[in-house]
């Protein structure tokens, strides 16, 4: 499982955040750091139905709220949020400061959750009642 921190240390590298050394965790990242954890649980939220657990059937097993970016992210595969998670969160947190940024970052992040979304299996198949009757094999064609 992923934790809070390698989606928020992907995010940084994504706004060009990362100090010389490549570490996402400076005095200029505090104020994201700190909002990370509500934000993620958002994302988390957003993007359970499509993880594997939900898709596998256990559509009300839950995930488990971050508190801190030590945590791990429950009921979302590392798929998801590796890959997906990060624009997210960069969206989220470049709303104020950055907004073509911000929207250029939400964008993908809708792009890639579409995208997931057409892997996701459609649920059990219904019948469908017809309920007008008599008009089948196209009695009223001609008029």
Do not use: H
Request: net charge negative; aromatic share 12%; hydrophobic share 35%.
């Amino acid at each position: 499982m992923a934790f809070v921190s390698d989606v928020f240390d992907i995010s940084m590298a994504l706004m060009d955040e990362l100090d010389s050394t490549g570490d996402a965790e400076t005095s200029d990242t505090t104020e994201y750091k700190n909002r990370t954890p509500a934000i993620m649980n958002i994302l988390i939220g957003e993007c359970y139905p499509y993880s594997e657990d939900y898709v596998s059937g256990s559509r009300r097993s839950g995930w488990v709220p971050v508190a801190t970016t030590d945590d791990y992210i429950t009921g979302v595969d590392d798929t998801l949020c590796l890959s997906v998670m990060p624009y997210g969160l960069a969206a989220s947190l470049l709303i104020d400061e950055n907004p073509t940024a911000a929207n250029y970052f939400q964008q993908r992040y809708e792009a890639l959750l579409n995208r997931f979304g057409r892997e996701v299996p459609a649920s059990a198949w219904e019948t469908v009642e017809d309920v007008y009757g008599g008009i089948e094999c196209g009695e009223f064609g001609i008029w």
